[in-house]
């Protein structure tokens, strides 16, 4: 049981360079999400989904993209890269928001922006 | 800006003793969540508490919600080498699809 899955681990970038992180799920969980981990700040919720073609901004979404056309992907699109997005990112899934359910994270990927 | 805030932000004790950690919101929310995070990992959820809730145990958790002053907090008893790690409080809005998290406690155990 692979739960969510990010690629890649680690990832340095130079500035105004683009790329995207992966997450897949293989929970069938219509809820995923995308946050950013800095020092000091706690997880900062960037953009989620509630299903599939469904999306919505969170917090920090500038500078972020994203989309959902299937249940399981979720990838998350960095447009211009910038040294302010060094970071850690995390990918969540649950079951359903509302109702409550645990969310499942990822391991994670580490990006540089230099 | 962000939901949560844990207190203290950092917290060092021996094993055996018990650790609380306090969870202050802003908002009306449906649940709140605990999660725990092993460094340089994911996060692992711990347990979660409805807003009707007052208290809820899960092994050597207790986990308490006072919506009237929108705070929670975590208890941990009996504390081991292994429950290291960062603990974050997580709550989800009412009306909202969005799970905000705080900006953690670290407690450090020591054999």
């Known amino acids: 049981n692979a739960g969510v899955t990010q690629t890649p681990k680690f990832q340095v970038l130079k500035t105004g360079q683009s790329m995207t992180l992966q997450c897949a799920q293989d929970m069938n969980h219509e809820y995923m999400s995308w946050y950013r981990q800095d020092p000091g700040m706690g997880l900062r919720l960037i953009h989620y989904?509630?299903?599939?073609?469904?999306?919505d901004q969170g917090e920090v979404p500038n500078g972020y993209n994203v989309s959902r056309s299937t249940t399981e992907d979720f990838p998350l699109r960095l447009l211009s890269a910038a040294p302010s997005q060094t970071s850690v990112y995390f990918c969540?899934?649950?079951?359903?928001?509302?109702?409550?359910?645990?969310?499942?994270f990822g391991q994670g990927t580490r990006l540089t922006v230099v | 800006s962000q939901q949560g805030e844990e207190d203290p932000q950092a917290l060092s004790i021996q094993e055996g003793e018990n650790a609380t950690m306090n969870c202050s919101y802003k908002?009306?929310?449906?649940?709140l969540q605990w999660y725990r995070q092993n460094s340089g990992r994911g996060l692992v959820h711990l347990i979660l508490?409805?807003?009707?809730?007052r208290e809820k145990h899960s092994g050597r958790l207790r986990v308490t919600l006072d919506t009237s002053k929108k705070s929670s907090s975590l208890l941990i008893t009996a504390s081991r080498a292994a429950d290291t790690a960062s603990y974050f409080c997580?709550?989800?809005?009412?009306?909202?699809?969005?799970?905000?998290f705080g900006t953690g406690t670290r407690l450090q155990v020591f054999p």
């Open positions: 969540a899934s649950s079951y359903s928001t509302g109702g409550g359910s645990e969310a499942f």
């Open positions: 997580a709550t989800e809005r009412i009306n909202t699809d969005k799970l905000i």
């Open positions: 908002t009306s929310i449906n649940n």
């Open positions: 989904s509630v299903g599939a073609g469904i999306t």
């Open positions: 508490i409805r807003s009707n809730e």
